[in-house]
């Protein structure tokens, strides 16, 4: 014969009150029922116990349900899974999170999000945002429901059933030769510099931040990519993207940086003893010598933040006084592909320098021989470069 468990419970005075102590499921609730704590509510209480505790247990569901909102649930979410994430990548996630998941489904339990929410959601964002970006939203919002999935939070994750929508990528378009030619006339101080490795290198705007002077060999006209910086975030390599590679630029370039490095190494002088200017603020109270120092810094001594800036406030205008679209710096990358292409280098060398292939990321160029026919390759391209500019 069965037996059924009875409910463990007591009822106990307070301030005048019917009180229970009631356990469920290992958790100790206690809570006043609003009866004065006399001998004949005791008895109703005792005699309708199934259906207080009934409706005690729905209260205990909906108080646990106030827990389970995406707002609190995403958050904890994105934190357990960063270890599986670049810290620049766990900002964004963070970022797009609060800015385009939260303003919709942060109030709602994660079991209340239908598969017409994000219909409706992922139609909005289509209409101001890149497919990249909606992308990138709706695969936050699976990973949150995937571990509500995972904790029997629901029973199913709606994003897997949503309406499907065709990727398109923004295409790049490079310089055109003359433009490339007025940029690197009429620029001057740091931004012609940069402009100059940007064309002759096609390192990434990231990349050409993160730069300084101890990546530099002024001998083999090489630089040892190791960083970049993008939003304030240094990250020093990524599966995504091949930061830890090697560089050669043309020696017009070299004799223009060692120009640049000797004014900037001056200008450090005469703030000394002021330590972290010019370098890494990360890092002060202790001397260090112009190896340490990065190579383009904001008017604070800092690194630029981010490239955004550097292509709104300094190369902005200088497009618009020479006329030019302004395709931002990441075309300097693509117009030295199309430059390389058009003068005969290989496609596989080409490959190697700007980090392009996944088989690049294995390799450790900073190790690997400098040879006569990668360097010629490069200065034969941009040797006239300098005449053409001046």
């Not at 004065?36 to 005791?42: G, P, R």
């Not at 603020?281 to 490239?307: M, V």
């Not at 430059?339 to 088989?359: A, C, P």
């Amino acid at each position: 014969m069965l037996t059924t468990k009875k409910p463990t419970y007591r009822l106990y005075e307070k301030s005048g009150k019917i009180y229970i102590d009631y356990r469920k499921d290992g958790q100790r609730h206690r809570k006043s029922l609003g009866l004065d704590y006399t001998q004949k509510n005791l008895k109703s209480v005792e005699k309708n116990i199934d259906r207080v505790l009934l409706n005690f247990n729905d209260k205990i569901v909906e108080k646990k349900r106030q827990s389970l909102k995406l707002k609190e649930f995403g958050l904890n979410a994105l934190d357990y899974t960063s270890i599986n994430r670049s810290d620049r990548t766990q900002a964004d996630y963070i970022s797009k999170f609060q800015r385009h998941i939260l303003p919709i489904f942060g109030d709602m339990h994660v079991d209340e999000i239908k598969v017409m929410h994000i219909d409706m959601w992922q139609q909005e964002l289509l209409q101001k945002y890149s497919t990249t970006t909606v992308k990138r939203c709706k695969m936050i919002l699976k990973l949150i429901l995937d571990r509500a999935l995972a904790n029997e939070l629901i029973t199913f994750n709606p994003v897997e059933h949503t309406q499907k929508f065709r990727l398109t990528h923004k295409q790049t378009i490079p310089y055109e030769l003359d433009e490339m030619i007025k940029l690197l006339k009429y620029s001057s101080g740091w931004l012609r510099i940069m402009l100059w490795l940007g064309f002759t290198t096609g390192m990434r705007p990231g990349e050409l931040l993160g730069l300084k002077w101890s990546d530099i060999n002024f001998e083999q006209c090489t630089i040892r990519l190791k960083r970049s910086i993008s939003k304030g975030i240094v990250t020093e390599d990524t599966c995504t993207k091949n930061h830890n590679r090697l560089i050669i630029f043309p020696k017009i370039v070299g004799k223009m940086l060692k120009e640049y490095k000797n004014t900037r190494t001056s200008d450090i002088s005469r703030t000394s003893p002021i330590y972290g200017l010019y370098g890494d603020n990360t890092i002060t109270g202790q001397a260090r010598t112009s190896e340490d120092f990065y190579l383009f810094t904001n008017k604070y001594g800092k690194p630029f933040y981010e490239s955004k800036s550097i292509v709104t406030k300094h190369l902005q205008p200088l497009m618009d006084e020479l006329s030019i679209e302004n395709k931002g710096l990441k075309a300097m990358r693509h117009t030295y592909i199309s430059i390389m292409r058009n003068n005969g280098v290989s496609k596989e060398f080409i490959t190697d320098l700007v980090g392009h292939s996944t088989e690049v990321q294995d390799k450790h160029y900073y190790q690997a021989e400098i040879t006569k026919e990668k360097t010629n390759a490069v200065n034969n391209v941009f040797d006239g470069l300098l005449d053409k500019v001046n």
